[in-house]
């Protein structure tokens, strides 16, 4: 075995997959617990789906839980959804409590069962054809943080997810060349408020183009809820079952 071989198997390895993914069904931008949740729904059902991560891991703001504290906090009536995505937890009152760690290592090897995760990849623009969102631009997170100027690459999909949370990445690359102002900018805190709002608008923003987890309430203007997640959880699975009905999977 030579240093060269063990080069020459991880560009192979790595080609050959980036290859099959150029052209999908789902294209979820953001690897927090609602796009982890979504790209898990859809590639269980079947759909060609890729999840692209600016970062190097994905989970978002799960790691962090509230202040650090590595505590996922959850509602009662998530248990059993917990339980299908292998998240163990304890009851605490009026609450269902998780280890962030455990449950972020839980999420992404659910994701990974039947979609694909891409790490390191920063998303710089939308595919728009008569206006509707049918793919993603990207460039690679490190050449952006060095500032380097280097051309990015293009991915299609039938839909793209803004899974990007609080900055709503996408929902703002669609305003500037839709030339519509979609985005809001989100309430302030209001957990009971932020966790039933994200739930109940997660869905299509234009032809082509969903949004789940907190790009939701940035965009609609819903309250944030800190660190309570079954929002995000729920957001994520309504977003796929959502993409499902419309591609008729």
Same mark, same amino acid.
């Given at each position: 075995m030579t240093d060269a071989a063990i080069t020459e198997a991880i560009v192979k390895e790595f080609m050959s997959v980036l290859s099959e993914h150029i052209r999908l069904d789902v294209a979820i931008v953001g690897g927090g617990p609602s796009g982890l949740v979504c790209a898990h729904y859809l590639g269980r059902r079947g759909l060609k789906t890729a999840l692209f991560e600016k970062k190097l891991s994905p989970g978002g703001g799960l790691w962090g839980g509230g202040f650090g504290f590595p505590v996922m906090v959850l509602p009662q009536d998530i248990g059993d959804m917990l339980g299908e995505l292998g998240i163990a937890y304890k009851r605490d009152g009026d609450f269902l409590l998780a280890d962030t760690v455990a449950a972020g290592g839980a999420l992404i090897q659910k994701a990974t069962q039947h979609a694909r995760i891409? #790490? !390191?990849?920063?998303?710089?623009?939308?595919?728009? =054809? #008569? %206006?509707?969102?049918?793919g993603v631009v990207f460039c690679a997170s490190s050449s952006v943080a060095a500032g380097l100027h280097i051309d990015p690459i293009s991915f299609e999909a039938k839909i793209v997810v803004d899974a990007t949370g609080h900055d709503a990445v996408l929902a703002h690359l669609a305003s500037k060349h839709l030339k519509k102002d979609f985005v809001c900018g989100q309430g302030p805190m209001n957990a009971t408020e932020g966790e039933d709002f994200v739930v109940e608008r997660t869905g299509r923003l234009v032809e082509g183009l969903y949004l789940c987890g907190m790009s939701v309430n940035?965009?609609? !203007? %819903?309250? =944030?809820?800190?660190?309570?997640?079954?929002g995000m959880l729920k957001s994520g699975r309504k977003c796929a079952e959502l993409i499902l009905e419309e591609l008729k999977k």
């Open positions: 891409f #790490n !390191g990849f920063c998303c710089e623009d939308l595919i728009i =054809r #008569n %206006g509707v969102v049918c940035a965009v609609y !203007g %819903g309250a =944030r809820m800190g660190p309570i997640f079954g």
